[in-house]
């Protein structure tokens, strides 16, 4: 086991780097000046030495190579420098932003899990009747549906919905508030997107875990224990959901990733301060040090969490490890 | 975001697969058994008819403003699903929009997994330096949210329909060529490869001859995945205005010019809403089905 | 009364009430109180009022500085009504041929952290904004070429000497970014200080900021004005999405978005609240263009640049157009309420802003043929913001196609569309705006003359006779020949040559809750945000 840690950590390295690589190019070949957003975007007039004095300021002036050796560098030394726009460091950016995208997607994972197990067994269990047809529909639909689309429906639907049954009009909030600063303005504010994106991410787990409860539903042990007559619910529960999970966990897992840096459309549509929405101010921006730096912490996250689930994968079948 | 999973699913789904039955069967399969997935070849159909005859049975031209009747609700006059800001008919423009997100589909859905088959195949066969390399290179590019490495491409590109075809494309490239090589190297294994070698056939002629016939159905099944996941990602980079530009009509355009105005006139929002809904809906089922029928492990006893 | 009555008083009372006479606020007596939330539609990179030129940045921060002079708060559609802030005895008239301004400084005006404010913060902030040393960034320094030397002989008392008299300075001095600082927090923590952090004389202090979300303001006591601010405070809110904003208003989480809402918004918003929302609405002073690119073989042909003007119903624009995007009144150079600004019957001699739009069309057709370029097929490139670029974008490829032109649309995101536009000069026809804060005719329509430094028509040193009326202009001391002058140096730009296409000027529009008081609405989104002077009638 731990010659096969010490392989698949080794292997993140060469994707970390290349993932650096690419993303130090993507940036620089876009193009755009930060310098020209921050004092052309008004269109009042400018004296163009600014533009040049900013350019300066940023080390933008420098070589490509001395740039990309200085953004390799930051991680050495764990300094990834200032935002070239606010000029406050990256971390601190990151930080004020991170404890909304982590409760988004934990309440997000809450909603998928608590939706799609429940769903994704009984329409296995019924496959090919009327009630795994409408798990099926319901599930494809989750993810056919422009999560946007939703989020702008949601909260339209919440005013029209106050206004005539209360009189008032309510929205949710639209500053963010520490759930343990004050729980109800917490809830009242991110509830609406977590369900938009949980119902999204279920859609997905649901029919994971059709598909795994299906696959695990033919297994020998199952019909045998069927064969001795095992009550069905007994047989579901104790052997076949067991062995259907890892799948679906993993799943869950992976996606889990994804949300914590991915959900840039959704941020937008529901205005929350959080990760997503910084990329997409980042890139929006061309700020260098701020996109750079996020897209890799997203990506670290996402091959930590995929070095996780195939490190619990080989710990509970060691066919892997020594594959 | 969200979409990306699919294919880890399928990934895992497929890892040991080796797939036996010719595909012609595989239809016959498909028709009889998914009536899911022929509801969803339905809406694909009714999607293809429409883009075909847009000029016939569009009531306007979706380029033509009326200021008179700008924002009108559904049934009025003849604009039967109302008019957006410019007094555009809204259904002419549904029916022509048709046209762009089939072309962004077929062609992101076929170039993506073509390029993944290819790339999939060739780091099976031939192994060894090649296959390490362009497997940690797949790596890279698998370790960004699809979203976040679309919204890269297209604003180092620039929006319009090509680069934000390129940026969806590029994506589904590495998860294309993952499934399709562990499928690949199964194959490889089988005696028959090797006796190909051995009675001195060419690499190529071994590879179009045996090999991809063979990886047939995870090919399959990730081109009509992709099928749905373009048409929304398109949809989504509009909404971040990186997409299709006006005055082309396209349904992520009308949904995110609707942002606007859909307060007041929500049909603006809502029709093309249901459109990409309905489409990728119809794609997802219909891609079900395929993957219901090819796949080994879940075809029904 | 059926909804859509209700409705129709509500816009009529509301727009009635803000655009007539200025409102019936002045008879009511402010209440003291609350706190005002408020939509900031950007993010804005630092708080320093010399370095930055957002109306992001100015929103949340204007509340903590004074300027010497600003614009009357209760009467700020006026371009000449200016009033004395941090001076006292009204704004100076020049001495010595018109080259000498002395301003008596207010006494006892205190800054937040205690210090007594004297003309030598002023002294000092000048000399940041108009002489800053290398290095130090000013975003403004060029509208102050005037200015020869600033002394201040003594604590009450500065003087600007200028280089040669012209109307031009005063409008300068009151740019709302001239945010005083003071001397010794310029001295003690240098000049970027001011980036993060705040110290000013103005009403509100700084409490917190949450980069990304929001800015927080408490009242500050010992304001220099008597009994104001009414407010104990504000909060400034930052939110990305136009549905959002419009949204926040409706479910009363925000008061007020002082940039404005589109037309279409602010009718919705009328329709779900009634009496509860006040609509202000103003001119704008900000016009939105097309420029064609000289550099471009096929726009060279000056006939080629009149079809296209030709092609723009601007009459029929202004009224489809203002119902669902900020742009409304037809104009010229010159802000259109402005005295220097061309009135309808001096419009219409203009190609292009004719009333007989078919027989304008023909000619546009005749032209193309004539210059051999029927059928024209050419780019717009056009600025990814919904209002207004997008949706006047959009308009016009639909006024080119009546004129045979085809035209497609590349609309690329802020930093890259300034690239093609001042880098790669890659267009064929772009759209293009020229928006300022304080109306100062004279300076802004520099925009139209080829070798100004927001001009991207690239035709600079191809058009001498435009560079030297607009040398006359600038030179001319009376109003009277000015405007002559604009006239000729309007039909020169616009029409002989149409170097530059005007579209419409835009259209402020701010629907706000009923019980935000004493805010008007000025004709720029930089201007009168003080807030001193707002309270809440709750």
């Known amino acids: ?323 | 975001m969200m979409v990306t999973v699919s294919e880890v699913q399928t990934e895992a789904d497929f890892e040991e697969v080796a797939p036996k039955k010719p595909w012609t069967q595989v239809a016959m399969d498909l028709s009889r058994k998914q009536p899911l997935g022929v509801f969803g070849l339905a809406i694909v159909l009714a999607m293809v008819v429409a883009a075909a005859l847009a000029n016939v049975v569009s009531p306007f031209n979706p380029l033509q403003e009326h200021f008179d009747a700008m924002l009108v609700p559904p049934g009025t006059d003849s604009y039967l699903l109302g008019t957006d800001e410019f007094g555009r008919d809204i259904l002419s423009r549904l029916i022509y929009g048709s046209r762009t997100a089939l072309l962004v589909g077929f062609v992101c859905a076929i170039v993506g997994s073509t390029a993944g088959l290819v790339l999939g195949v060739a780091s099976a066969y031939f192994g060894g330096l090649f296959d390490l390399i362009l497997q940690r290179v797949l790596d890279v590019f698998m370790a960004f949210p699809l979203i976040i490495l679309a919204l890269a491409v297209v604003a180092t590109l620039g929006p319009g329909i090509e680069n934000v075809m390129i940026a969806i494309i590029l994506p589904f490239v590495p998860q294309c060529a993952r499934v399709v090589r562990s499928n690949a190297l199964a194959i490889r294994e089988i005696p028959y490869v090797d006796a190909a070698r051995a009675l001195g056939f060419s690499n190529a002629r071994i590879i179009l001859r045996h090999m991809v016939p063979n990886v047939m159905a995870p090919y399959l099944i990730m081109l009509t995945t992709f099928l749905g996941q373009a048409i929304l990602l398109e949809a989504s980079l509009s909404f971040l205005g990186l997409g299709v530009q006006d005055p082309i009509p396209a349904w992520g355009l009308m949904l995110t010019n609707a942002s606007e105005f859909f307060e007041g006139s929500p049909w603006v929002a809502i029709y093309p809403g249901v459109a990409i809904s309905l489409s990728v809906f119809g794609f997802n089922l219909f891609g079900d089905a395929v993957r219901d029928t090819l796949d080994p492990k879940l075809r029904s006893r | 009364m059926s909804k859509y009555a209700g409705f129709a008083f509500a816009l009529a009372a509301g727009v009635g009430l803000a655009v007539g006479a200025g409102g019936s606020a002045k008879a009511e007596t402010p209440k003291k109180g609350g706190v005002l939330n408020f939509i900031v539609a950007a993010e804005s990179p630092s708080y320093d009022g010399h370095k930055e030129s957002t109306f992001a940045m100015v929103h949340p921060t204007r509340p903590f500085y004074s300027l010497l002079i600003r614009v009357n708060p209760e009467n700020p559609s006026s371009p000449t009504d200016f009033q004395c802030d941090l001076c006292v005895g009204g704004v100076p008239k020049p001495t010595d041929g018109g080259k000498t301004y002395t301003f008596k400084i207010k006494k006892g005006v205190k800054f937040h952290d205690g210090q007594t404010m004297t003309s030598q913060d002023l002294l000092a902030t000048y000399n940041k904004i108009i002489f800053p040393p290398a290095g130090v960034s000013s975003a403004r320094k060029a509208f102050f070429k005037m200015v020869d030397t600033i002394e201040a002989p003594d604590d009450e008392t500065l003087v600007f000497k200028l280089k040669f008299a012209t109307g031009a300075f005063i409008p300068a001095l009151a740019t709302p970014f001239n945010y005083t600082y003071s001397a010794k927090d310029l001295k003690e923590h240098g000049y970027d200080w001011h980036e993060k952090n705040v110290n000013g004389t103005g009403a509100f202090k700084f409490k917190e900021a949450v980069a990304g979300s929001h800015v927080e303001a408490v009242k500050f006591d010992g304001f220099h004005m008597d009994g104001k601010p009414y407010l104990d405070g504000y909060k400034a809110l930052i939110s990305r999405k136009m549905a959002i904003r419009v949204q926040a208003i409706r479910g009363d989480r925000a008061a007020i978005e002082f940039r404005g809402f589109p037309p279409k918004q602010r009718d919705d918003l009328v329709k779900s609240l009634g009496k509860d929302i006040t609509v202000q609405e103003s001119d704008w002073n900000c016009v939105l263009l097309f420029t064609p690119n000289h550099g471009r073989p096929i726009m060279q042909d000056p006939r080629v640049r009149q079809a296209l003007t030709l092609a723009v119903d601007r009459w029929g624009g202004s009224q489809h157009l203002s119902r669902i995007a900020i742009v409304k009144t037809v104009g010229g150079i010159a802000f259109p309420n402005h005295p220097l600004a061309a009135n309808k019957a001096e419009l219409v001699r203009l190609k292009g802003y004719g009333t007989d739009l078919k027989a304008s069309r023909e000619e546009a057709k005749k032209l193309l043929a004539e210059a051999g370029k029927a059928g024209i097929k050419f780019e717009l490139l056009n600025r990814g913001t919904d209002q207004p670029y997008k949706i006047v974008g959009t308009w016009l490829i639909g006024q080119w196609r009546q004129i045979g032109a085809e035209v497609t649309q590349r609309v690329e995101p802020s930093k890259s569309f300034y690239n093609s536009l001042r880098k790669t000069k890659d267009f064929d026809v772009s759209m293009d705006f020229n928006c300022q804060s304080v109306i100062n005719p004279i300076v802004d329509v520099s925009k139209y003359i080829g070798s100004a430094g927001n001009n991207y028509g690239n035709y600079a040193g191809q058009d001498q006779e435009l560079e030297d009326i607009y040398n006359q202009l600038v030179q001319e001391g009376d109003e009277a020949k000015q405007r002559e002058i604009m006239r000729v140096m309007e039909k020169r730009a616009l029409s002989d040559q149409a170097h530059e296409g005007i579209t419409l000027w835009w259209y402020k529009i701010t629907p706000h809750r009923s019980y935000v008081k004493g805010w008007k609405i000025a004709p720029s989104h930089y201007l009168n945000q003080s807030l001193d002077q707002v309270w809440l009638d709750k």
């Open chain 1, 1 to 323: 086991m731990g010659k096969y840690i010490f392989k698949r950590v080794l292997l993140m390295i060469p994707t970390l780097i290349g993932a650096a690589v690419l993303v130090f190019l993507l940036l620089r070949m876009a193009p755009g000046d930060i310098c020209a957003v921050r004092y052309l975007g008004s269109g009042l007039a400018i004296d163009e030495s600014q533009i040049e004095l900013c350019r300066e300021q940023l080390g933008l002036n420098k070589p490509q190579i001395v740039q990309f050796f200085d953004f390799i560098w930051g991680y050495v030394i764990f300094d990834l420098g200032d935002s070239m726009w606010t000029g406050q460091p990256v971390t601190h950016e990151i930080a004020i932003r991170f404890e909304l995208s982590l409760q988004i997607a934990i309440m997000a994972t809450l909603v998928a899990t608590v939706i799609a197990i429940p769903l994704g067994i009984i329409s296995a269990v019924r496959q090919n009747t009327m009630t795994d047809y409408l798990v099926r529909g319901f599930a494809i639909a989750g993810i056919a549906i422009p999560s946007f689309w939703l989020g702008l429906m949601i909260i339209l639907g919440l005013l029209i919905v106050t206004q005539s049954w209360l009189g008032e009009p309510w929205m949710p909030p639209i500053e963010f508030k520490s759930i343990w600063e004050d729980p109800i303005h917490n809830m009242a504010q991110l509830i609406w997107p977590a369900v938009a994106t949980g119902y999204r991410y279920s859609a997905v787990a649901t029919r994971m875990t059709r598909s795994a409860m299906l696959e695990v539903l033919r297994e020998d042990y199952v019909r045998t224990a069927r064969a001795k007559g095992m009550v069905e619910k007994i047989v579901i529960n104790r052997h076949a959901l067991k062995n259907a999970l890892l799948p679906v966990v993993t799943i869950l897992a992976l996606e889990f990733a994804f949300l914590m840096g991915g959900l840039v459309v959704t941020e937008q549509v529901f205005n929350l301060n959080g990760l997503g929405n910084l990329m997409v101010d980042g890139v929006e921006r061309q700020d260098f040090a701020m996109t750079q730096n996020l897209v890799m912490l997203v990506v670290i996250i996402y091959v930590f969490i995929n070095l996780l689930t195939d490190l619990a994968y080989a710990w509970l079948d060691p066919r892997i490890r020594y594959s």
